[in-house]
């Protein structure tokens, strides 16, 4: 809301989305082609602010500096995991009371025989809508001289549910030098008649692309599943398996979900973050691992942002939409106008939906 102070040259060269306040139009004009502000943006439920991530929406509402106004207001009403607001103290703690989840039980992971595990790659087909989603966990163990190259040990795929398709030992191509049992829970007869890397490998790819060529693997329309994972590439490397990016979402490299310097958050810290449980203390499962990263890829997927015929920048009927524009023209346009026409530089989640 305008202050009565405030000149009405500040107020129509404040950025329409994360109320930045320009001295001149044409360096707001900058701002926003530079910004890629969207809908898909984390935005504040009080103020309307648009954050890059989630880090900086809970700065905002929570602090350590927050926005006083909003954080009042917060404190009674706002989910501390989803960061959404609610209309009474009372939903407010139904609903965080829901968003809070727990860890999964952990009996059934210790009931689970060490060897032998599930790797007959099944999974229920019974859904009607877009492609199937998966999520991949590895655990690590140590070769190389030092024990010190991650070699993959444990290998785990869920579905959308959290049920188990996929959990097996693998046996590394090359010597174990450190089977790092504090955290991996594995020990060398373990993996003596494991499955072979070569063959995880082979069958985990034939499952991703569900008998789709790898070079026809598309986003919509076909049976290649989206397979969601936690720093994926070093998964994928180590697997040394091949996955197109576009079927791919990764939990660390999302930027709703990473920290304000753009680097990533710890599948652990967002874990606890958003969905409020302890993970990895102790000996870990790739399970849970999976579990974690499945609900984490919900949360983001299942946001309600407002449909657009062209949600990406980088969707060619958008391409240049800022720079097709002549300066004059922009500079003419009001903040609002100026943001309706703005688009997201990454591929939101909710787009999967
Ligand atoms: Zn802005
Ligand atoms: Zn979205
Ligand atoms: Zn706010
Ligand atoms: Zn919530």
């Known amino acids: 809301m305008a202050s009565r102070n405030e000149s009405s040259d500040t107020l129509r060269n404040k950025c329409a989305a994360c109320f930045r306040q320009f001295n001149k139009m044409e360096h ?17 439920g009080i103020c309307k602010k648009h954050c890059r991530s989630f880090e900086s929406l809970r700065e905002h509402l929570i602090g350590p500096l927050p926005k006083q106004e909003c954080k009042i207001i917060f404190d009674v009403v706002g989910c501390k995991f989803c960061l959404t607001i609610l209309d009474s103290y009372n939903s407010r703690m139904i609903h965080q009371g829901r968003c ?11 009931r689970m ?43 785990c795929l869920i579905d959308e549910n959290e049920n188990i398709i996929f959990h097996t030992y693998v046996k590394p191509p090359v010597p174990v030098a450190n089977f790092r049992y504090e955290s991996s829970g594995i020990r060398p007869e373990y993996l003596r008649d494991a499955m072979p890397l070569r063959l995880v490998q082979s069958k985990v790819q034939n499952f991703l692309c569900n008998g789709e060529p790898l070079w026809k ?9 989206i397979l969601v994972g936690h720093c994926l590439d070093h998964d994928l490397d180590l697997l040394q398996l091949e996955y197109p990016a576009m079927m791919i979402r990764d939990t660390a490299k999302y930027p709703p979900l990473m ?44 946001q309600k942002h407002a449909p657009e015929d062209y949600p990406l920048a980088s969707d060619p009927q958008n ?28 591929y939101c989640w ?4």
């Open 28 to 44: 707001l004009v900058e701002h926003m082609r530079i910004s890629y502000h969207s809908v898909h943006e984390p935005i504040c």
């Open 100 to 110: 809070q989840l727990s860890n999964v039980n952990a009996g059934l992971i210790a």
């Open 113 to 155: 025989p060490n060897l032998g595990l599930r790797d007959n790659l099944t999974i229920d087909s019974g859904y009607t809508r877009g492609p199937q989603v998966v999520a991949l966990a590895c655990k690590m163990v140590g070769g190389g001289n030092d024990g010190s190259v991650d070699l993959c040990g444990r290998i």
């Open 217 to 225: 693997v598309r986003p919509r329309g076909g049976k290649a599943r």
């Open 259 to 302: 920290k304000t310097s753009k680097l990533s958050n710890s599948l652990k810290y967002l874990t606890q973050a958003y969905l409020g449980y302890d993970i990895q203390t102790g000996i870990q499962d790739p399970y849970e691992d999976c579990v974690a990263i499945m609900r984490l890829y919900m949360r983001m997927r299942s």
């Open 319 to 346: 391409r240049n939409n800022f720079a097709s524009w002549r300066q004059a023209e922009l500079e003419r346009m009001s903040p609002e106008e100026m943001l309706a026409i703005s688009r997201s530089d990454y």
């Open 350 to 353: 909710c787009l999967d939906s």
